[in-house]
């Protein structure tokens, strides 16, 4: 069963740092990964998508990698903004299957 | 464009009664719609997957009998919690694959959060 993890739950950090959120994923054999943004009481928003066979996606101020022999995803987020302030959700398609498998979250707060 | 909406985006009950929300892909035609539950400060979990024409695929531990899903057509997938209990209450998200779109695509629409009192 593919189980995916967040780490850290809950991050803080003044405006205009930069930083790295983490997600690992137990099961190696995924079709593909997902960032995700929620905002408080909102739908999702898709951030970045990283097919199996890439390492990394860019978007603007985003950049995503996957490591998937180590089972691992960080999303880096360069000059961060008050506007950045979210929950930032990874998610994992599993080979042959359809559905996401979602990590619990890190809620990020960007303070001015 | 890839827009998905849901009805009500909010909704309070009285314990007992029915619930129906309504997902709708405005500009696009979805051959499947995901219904998520999600709960104060956790992750989306899957309840089920619903196919245009078919009856939905339920998640393991989600009752169907209680969570009623019905895809009609191309654009609506329908949620129906049936004699809601205060422990239904929670964020319900819906996605929305697209007829001519990847596998990997889906669309989210901005969730209903039901209450039951």
């Known amino acids: 069963k593919q189980e995916v993890t967040q780490i850290p739950a809950a991050l803080s950090v003044p405006e205009g740092e930069n930083l790295v959120l983490n997600c690992s994923f137990t099961d190696s054999a995924i079709y593909n990964l997902q960032w995700f943004r929620q905002d408080p009481g909102k739908g999702l928003t898709s951030l970045l998508l990283?097919?199996?066979?890439?390492r990394e996606q860019t978007s603007g101020r985003l950049n995503a990698s996957l490591d998937k022999s180590s089972g691992r995803s960080t999303l880096y987020i360069a000059a961060s903004q008050p506007g950045d302030s979210a929950t930032y959700l990874c998610a994992v398609v599993r080979m042959g299957a359809q559905k996401l498998v979602f990590g619990q979250g890190t809620r990020l707060t960007i303070n001015p | 464009g890839a827009v998905v909406s849901q009805h009500p985006s909010w909704v309070i009950c009285k314990s007992g009664t029915s619930v129906k929300i309504e997902c709708r892909s405005l500009?696009?035609?979805?051959?499947?719609m995901f219904w998520y539950r999600q709960f104060p400060k956790q992750s989306l979990m899957l309840m089920a997957t619903?196919?245009?024409?078919?009856?939905?695929?339920?998640e393991q531990g989600v009752e169907k009998d209680k969570f009623l899903i019905n895809h009609a057509s191309l654009t609506l997938s329908t949620l129906t919690v049936t004699s809601a209990h205060p422990e239904d209450s929670s964020f319900y998200i819906c996605?929305?694959?697209?007829?001519?779109?990847?596998?990997?695509?889906?669309?989210f629409g901005p969730g209903t959060r039901l209450t039951v009192l």
């Open positions: 500009d696009f035609q979805a051959t499947t």
């Open positions: 996605s929305a694959r697209p007829l001519a779109g990847g596998a990997d695509t889906q669309y």
């Open positions: 990283i097919q199996s066979s890439q």
């Open positions: 619903s196919n245009e024409g078919s009856k939905a695929t339920y």
